[in-house]
């Protein structure tokens, strides 16, 4: 299990909704926001390959995110 | 694992990211699990941003990487970094030198290894003479490193065919900032982007190749909301996501783009003529001839129609882009990198953005400013700066001027007349010299030209022919160049040594060393000196401590316009990156060059608050630049343009992300196809094509997506098994001798 801290950053205004799409993810919570642009998630899956995987397809899904950055990568 | 341990995990989290979130400087404190011994402070190994890193290191091994929160990246990393760790361990870290015997590379010794190489490198120079041997470095070693290198071919072998891979990346933007102003290196600093309100980001996908300038950029635009971005891009990038304007041409058409963008400048009156009149001058061709009213005269048959025919772009958007880069009162920042110097015109269209800001005034002021990004860690640093380039000596000077080669053969201790006057050859010419046989034995220092070069696949012949030398000193084995090698020497990787890197805007950086090398790898300066003494120049290399070098390096800065000489290894080892011209150990550093009252070249008694002195006018150069086309457009028998570019989960040759697993997703180069071009040629995603150039053909699967303009096919370059530069042509810029990767003429057959 891994377990990462990640900072997402999005369109102005986006954050609260691009933050509905991510409680959906299974392994994401949303810890918190500014309300306006930058989410904080903590990420749990089952390997860093699996989250390394699962961020690229949000980033290149999601038109809404500008930007994921990892803070924190800990390890089970 | 006990539930409160998970627990604790998931806090330590949400507490990091949550601090970038409230504020941007508190510490992420990751990592802290699992327990680092110690953290180490050092500079990212990826590209040239050079983001402060911390290493977490737990009995030797570094276990974990977090953001400098005292550095320019403010505790930010992009995802590659964060995963450095499991590159250090790779299964594929080369740990013992191998040589080949019997067309395989066999376990060996350091004393075998290093005698077989000084041995043959001694021999061929006694049998052919010193230009028979031939370097070729990297934008990442360390600085110091570079120097040694340079030292030992140039006043040692006494040859100059020392070129480096900045020769694919940074060249055309060197000759650019040379041509403009006579001197490299950009004026500007990153604290530029948090004074713009225009962002003209052209020839960049800085979204995926500089994710935390990026960033910075991404959060400019967010606290003002007047703040505009400009993407110039034939494809429809990451980075068009914060664009409010996206101009999309045809490849190599940007050279008319610019000159129409000046033209509007110029009839909506949005120039600067006091700043025109006192700091610039004009020039075609290699001559500062002109006058402005010939620039003006030139620009003109450049109207936007004319334009927009040449490059397909709307005649609108480059009105509208000419009138946000000019706009009065408002601070306009150009970003760009390999779109632009990987051109056989780089250095031209590098000129044609100067222009617009020297035209505009919008120059030397915070957030005015023309920003070239670098794409290694230490390509400024190292090899720029360092004179790690076969026309280059240390610090502005050039082998073809005899004053600047008398003044380091003193320095260096040798006599006069010892470095050859001739420039030696640069990369591709280098390597076509090794096909020819011209050059025959070759030293390749931590980079990997045999996935790397363009028209990669004449190279590799050259490289593993059976009567070329080639020796690799590398961290990784296998790799492209490694597999080609009669001598691969094992080199420490990153945290394992020390030394300084210097970054886009000239901060340099100390790396500390934090574990040891694993196996039995060493140094590239310690490989290095033993070479020196092995071919029987130990006077070149006396020092002891890395120290020394360092000092070395400083004294042959004293006086020049890179002035370090305020940088002491304590004073770095203390800072979190220090930025040159810095000419006394008081002296902060300097955020602006060229501007009064910040750079301490510009004397306080200097009349106007610019002063261009690497010029003898002390004005920089606008240069009149025509629109000329890439060295090979689509015709009937390769009717498609082939570009290359970087993803954001990988770098260069995949040599650092391959190997880590957590990165491997995306690993694959795909072939990025609009959607009509796949309509018609009745492909869809997932599909293989072959793609063949007139030099190589390689396949690909498909990927369709509408980021691609029409006739435009895109792969990323860090994928070995999937070599786009089996397709990239070899054709040069004259002037940097940059090859033309971004554009190349192929044609598409469904598989």
Known sequence: MVISGVVVETIMGRASAVAARLALVNGIRVAGSDGDHTLALVWRARCAEALQRASEQLLHSDADIVGIYPTFVGRE | ?751
Not at chain 2, 37 to 57: A, F, H, I, L, N
Not at chain 2, 456 to 468: E, G, I, L, N, W
Request: aromatic share 8%.
């Open chain 2, 1 to 751: 694992m006990s539930v409160s341990r998970r627990r604790f995990l998931e806090l330590s989290a949400a507490a990091s990211a949550l601090a970038m979130v409230q504020t941007s400087g508190l510490p992420a404190f990751a990592a802290e699990v699992g327990g680092p011994d110690k953290w180490v402070q050092s500079v990212c190994r990826y590209c040239g941003t050079g983001c402060g890193v911390m290493v977490g290191v737990k009995k030797g091994k570094v276990v974990a990487v977090k953001g400098d929160t005292e550095n320019h990246n403010q505790g930010l990393l992009c995802m590659k970094s964060a995963y450095f760790p499991e590159v250090m361990n790779a299964p594929d870290r080369l740990l013992y030198p191998l040589i080949r015997t019997n067309g395989k590379l066999q376990r060996a010794t350091w004393d075998d290894a290093m005698a077989l190489v000084a041995g043959r490198f001694k021999e061929t120079v006694e049998k052919h003479g010193p230009d028979a041997v031939a370097f070729y470095g990297s934008g990442q070693a360390l600085t110091e490193e570079t120097y040694v290198a340079n030292k030992l071919f140039k006043a040692g072998i006494r040859t100059n065919n020392m070129d480096g891979n900045p020769r694919l990346c940074m060249a055309s933007a060197v000759a650019g900032y040379v041509s403009t102003y006579g001197k490299d290196e950009p004026m500007g600093c990153y604290e530029d982007i948090d004074a713009a309100d225009v962002f003209f980001i052209i020839g960049s996908n800085t979204a995926e190749a500089h994710p935390i300038l990026f960033q910075r950029i991404s959060r400019r635009k967010r606290q003002k909301s007047s703040v505009k971005v400009i993407v110039l891009d034939p494809r429809r990038t990451e980075t068009c996501r914060i664009a409010d304007l996206h101009l999309s041409f045809a490849p190599g058409t940007d050279l008319a783009i610019l000159n129409a963008m000046a033209n509007v400048i110029i009839k909506e009156g949005l120039i600067d003529q006091e700043f025109i009149k006192d700091n610039v001058a004009f020039g075609e061709g290699t001559d500062v001839n002109k006058s402005f009213e010939d620039y003006k005269a030139f620009v003109a048959a450049y109207t936007p129609e004319k334009a927009a025919e040449i490059s397909g772009c709307p005649a609108d958007d480059i009105v509208r882009a000419a009138r946000m880069f000019a706009e009065a009162h408002r601070a306009t920042m150009s970003m760009w990198t390999m779109g632009l110097n990987q051109r056989t015109r780089g250095v031209w269209v590098n000129n044609l953005v100067h222009n617009l800001h020297l035209i505009t005034g919008k120059i030397g002021k915070p957030g005015s400013t023309p920003f070239s990004l670098t794409g290694q860690p230490n390509a400024c640093g190292g090899v720029r700066d360092g004179g790690g380039l076969s026309h280059l000596l240390p610090y502005g000077r050039v082998i073809a001027n005899e004053k600047h080669r008398e003044e380091i053969e003193k320095a260096w201790g040798v006599p006069k007349g010892t470095i050859q006057a001739k420039p030696g050859l640069a990369t591709v010419d280098m390597f076509r010299a090794l096909e020819d046989r011209k050059i025959k034995a070759m030293y390749v220092m931590c980079t990997n030209p045999g996935q790397s070069l363009p028209s990669v696949d004449r190279f590799r012949k050259a490289m593993s022919a059976d009567d070329t030398f080639l020796v690799v000193s590398e961290a990784f084995h296998p790799t492209r160049t490694t597999e080609l090698a009669d001598v691969v020497l094992p080199s420490a990787l990153w945290a394992e040594k020390e030394g300084v890197y210097g970054c886009t805007e000239r901060r340099y950086q100390l790396l500390n060393k934090a574990v040891e090398p694993q196996g039995e790898a060493r140094p590239d300066f310690q490989i290095l000196c033993d070479l020196a003494r092995r071919l029987g120049h130990a006077d070149l290399v006396k020092w002891t401590r890395m120290e020394e070098v360092w000092q070395e390096l400083q004294a042959l800065s004293k006086g020049t316009a890179y002035d370090f000489t305020g940088m002491t290894r304590s004073r770095l080892r203390a800072s979190h990156g220090l930025l040159w011209p810095m000419p006394s150990e008081t002296h902060p550093g300097t955020k602006r060059r060229y501007v009064k009252g910040e750079d301490p070249l510009v004397a306080a008694d200097w009349p106007k608050p610019i002063r261009f002195y690497g010029r003898p006018d002390n004005k920089a150069v606008v240069w009149l630049r025509p629109q000329q086309p890439p060295a090979e457009v689509p015709d009937t028998e390769y009717p498609f343009y082939f570009t290359t570019g970087r993803v954001l989960q990988h770098w260069h040759t995949g040599t650092m992300t391959r190997n880590c697993k957590s990165l491997q997703a995306s690993y694959e180069a795909v072939a990025e196809l609009n959607p009509d071009d796949a309509k018609s040629l009745k492909l869809k995603t997932g599909d293989q094509v072959r793609i063949s150039s007139r030099r190589g053909q390689q396949q690909f699967q498909v990927k369709v997506t509408d980021a691609s303009r029409r006739g435009l096919v895109f792969a990323h370059m860090h994928d070995q098994d999937h070599m786009c530069n089996r397709l990239t042509i070899d054709a040069v810029d004259p002037v940097s001798k940059e090859p033309e990767y971004k554009i190349c003429a192929v044609k598409l057959e469904r598989v």
